[in-house]
């Protein structure tokens, strides 16, 4: 527990240092994580005889490194990215290899790029609203409150009252944040708080089902005490689409 605790610490600040500085940092900083991630979900896949094709995935993240002023740039990728892996698959008869590499691509490469366009924009911070601090909400709720379970055959310490918690705790930060932005309290932001939590709670189930399945615990030990990047960054790569589209409401 204090291992988990000092390198949530020191991720918190090195996140928070990135923030701040914006720019090439937050740039450098998102690539490198893009392919940190798309290596950890080819080493469990390599388990299971499916071969993503990394290499097209690390030119699509270099792609985007450079040319992400739009969001056409991401649609441009993925059609890219489909196309050239759905010829290596056919040309080797697998088309299992080429669903999984396209997946990663949205999955992983697409969502995390959402962080470019999201640069130097304050309502980043939204990003996690909607995961971390509504998990840590979850969890408090679920240790002090929680009785039923949410989706025990998935995640057996999650509970339904932990869920609630995580969901209100999420909407009324995020109504912090609107007078923060706003200058006064927005009230329809507390449904953003909602729903930020609900889409990152469905993506934390979804990265546990998978790894269940999978028969691993971490996707990787980067991070002490936490695992992988996409264990500590499965929920985020949910809700960044879902900031970008409040963004542009807003």
Request: proline share 2%; with cysteine.
């Amino acid at each position: 527990m204090i291992k988990r605790i000092s390198s949530g610490i020191v991720l918190v600040l090195l996140l928070g240092f990135v923030l701040v500085q914006g720019g090439y940092f937050l740039d450098i900083s998102v690539a490198l994580l893009s392919v940190i991630a798309v290596f950890e979900f080819e080493r469990v896949l390599k388990d299971k005889n499916i071969r993503i094709h990394r290499e097209l995935l690390v030119l699509q993240i270099a792609f985007l490194f450079f040319f992400h002023t739009q969001v056409s740039f991401l649609l441009v990728s993925v059609v890219f990215l489909f196309l050239t892996s759905g010829f290596y698959a056919i040309s080797r008869n697998n088309i299992t290899d080429m669903v999984y590499t396209v997946f990663a691509s949205i999955y992983i490469v697409v969502n995390f790029s959402f962080f470019y366009v999201l640069n130097g924009d304050a309502r980043v911070l939204l990003v996690f609203i909607f995961s971390w601090i509504s998990d840590t909400c979850a969890y408090f709720t679920g240790v002090f409150f929680g009785k039923h379970k949410l989706c025990p055959a998935i995640s057996p310490k999650k509970t339904i009252e932990g869920s609630i918690g995580g969901m209100i705790g999420s909407a009324l930060l995020t109504l912090l944040f609107s007078y923060y932005w706003h200058g006064e309290v927005i009230w329809y932001y507390a449904g953003f708080g909602l729903a930020g939590s609900a889409i990152s709670q469905a993506g934390d189930l979804i990265a546990s089902m998978f790894k269940r399945q999978s028969n691993i615990k971490d996707y990787g030990k980067i991070i002490p005490g936490h695992g992988g990047i996409l264990d500590r960054f499965d929920s985020i790569l949910f809700v960044l689409p879902v900031v970008y589209l409040i963004t542009l409401m807003n």
